[in-house]
């Protein structure tokens, strides 16, 4: 199956963004922002092997394969112009398409990134071995475990794996160094996220030789959901500043 979807179609749009979810995410999570960034940005989402649609493929376990195949999804799939929104693991993700995308010639617009410290900074969590302590690890860490979630055993037996998957795959991340992207990168996090500071995520500047900007939310590691209007209004205006997008701030 298709690595992105498109969350609402719509072919007038001046630009397509293609967001990309945390760990154990869905893509459905930004299906609530077709209307919020209507009716000139077209939101597209991206599934990782082994959930959803593409619950029957094995689990990525390498960077390079699922970077490559995403890379050639937006060049195959999605009409230009081009951006990158990544939330987490999300960002980690967004910005190597984004250095892909740019080897290949179709360099990104700009590049948000949500929740996460800068590439080079080590993942902040240990993974334990049982999955019943993953989870509670997790939840320590990022509360962003649902307590009907967390109640059910079922569904956390389907939901560990995929889990643990998406984990593994941030852990083994390895930052290569190589030239900063041209485009503006947005990096965006939550006052109380306790995994990414104010520092961490100021020091995104050093990935673009464009423009750089910076924003805070209340809330912590998921505050997407919590700011969804202030995120999106944020959006709205960092897109905006490229292209003529002509909805009004309502």
Known sequence: ???????????????????????????GMFRRWVAGLAPDVEVWGATLPGRATRVSEPFARQW????????DAVLDQVPGPVALFGHSLGALLAFEVGRALTLAGRPPEHLVVSARATPATPYPLTLPDGDEELIEAVDRVYQGIPAALRDSPELLRLFAPVLRAD????????????????????ALGGTDDPTVSEAELSAWNRHTSGAFTFARFPGG???LDAAERQVLDTLWRRLASRHA???SSS
């Open 1 to 27: 199956m298709t690595a992105l979807t498109c969350l609402g179609e719509n072919p007038a749009a001046a630009l397509r963004l293609v967001c990309f979810p945390h760990s154990g995410g869905q893509p």
């Open 64 to 71: 390079s394969p699922l970077v490559a195949e995403i890379t």
């Open 245 to 247: 997008l002509t909805r």
């Open 221 to 223: 590691h998921f505050y």
């Open 167 to 186: 984990l593994e795959l941030a852990v083994s991340y390895v930052f290569r160094p190589g030239p900063p992207l041209s485009c503006p990168i947005t």
